[in-house]
């Protein structure tokens, strides 16, 4: 079955600690997306990535960090300089980057205290 | 600045029409799409709508008018699975979306 994986669904962490969300995808698409959800607010974009080998800032980048070595996966990294860590993190992929669909993944529930 | 503003909850009848609007003023317009999101789980996509005017799709119908900077989902032959939060979100350009905090309908029997 195609589809995006997030693992795990949900995590512990302790202040000052960094941590690493992975993200995988086998439907063979371009573009893939790391979003934070937090209560009451809509998703905001953290960092999208085109293409492998390169990635761009979304509009909460700070704090956090990303790579794209390969096309299916594109972990997220919550350093420990993101002052808000505690969210709900989707990760999503499009065929291309002006797709009009994107697929999401189940998530990533990270507690920080 | 952008803004999707919907409604933040809303309650319906099971078996009833139920409207979920979205406003939304942004620096370009390139489509409004609607997603479902059932708790703790992921959005998925409900509908995409870049010209003015409704789109059906089975129980779910969703209207555009640009000049407006207006859309709705409408909702029909309501069933308990459908008590979930919808999103809109606005494609200002190429590669961006814009999201609507989303609107948790709850369902009644």
């Known amino acids: 079955d195609g589809g995006i994986t997030q693992s795990p669904k949900y995590l512990f962490r302790k202040e000052g600690q960094n941590v690493t969300l992975s993200c995988e995808q086998n439907?063979?698409?371009?573009?893939m997306y790391w979003y934070r959800q937090d209560p009451g607010q809509g998703l905001r974009l953290i960092y999208y990535s085109q293409i492998v080998n390169d990635f761009q800032k979304g509009d909460i980048a700070e704090g956090y960090s990303v790579s794209r070595e390969k096309k299916e996966s594109f972990p997220l990294t919550v350093t420990s300089a993101q002052k808000n860590p505690t969210a709900f993190y989707l990760c999503a992929s499009s065929i291309r980057q002006d797709s009009y669909e994107q697929y999401f993944g189940p998530g990533t529930r990270l507690t920080v205290t | 600045g952008q803004n999707i503003d919907q409604p933040t909850e809303m309650t319906a009848t099971e078996g009833a029409i139920v409207q979920i609007n979205c406003t939304y003023q942004t620096s370009g317009f390139n489509g409004l799409f609607w997603y479902q999101q059932h708790a703790g789980e992921a959005p998925t996509f409900l509908s995409y709508?870049?010209l003015d005017g409704l789109e059906e799709k089975g129980r779910f119908s969703s209207f555009l008018s640009r000049s407006k900077g207006y859309s709705y989902l409408l909702l029909k032959e309501l069933q308990m699975k459908d008590s979930a939060s919808y999103l809109c979100?606005?494609?200002?350009?190429?590669?961006?979306?814009?999201w609507g905090a989303g609107t948790k309908l709850i369902i009644k029997p």
């Open positions: 439907l063979n698409h371009d573009a």
């Open positions: 979100a606005v494609r200002p350009s190429n590669y961006q979306l814009i």
């Open positions: 709508n870049v």
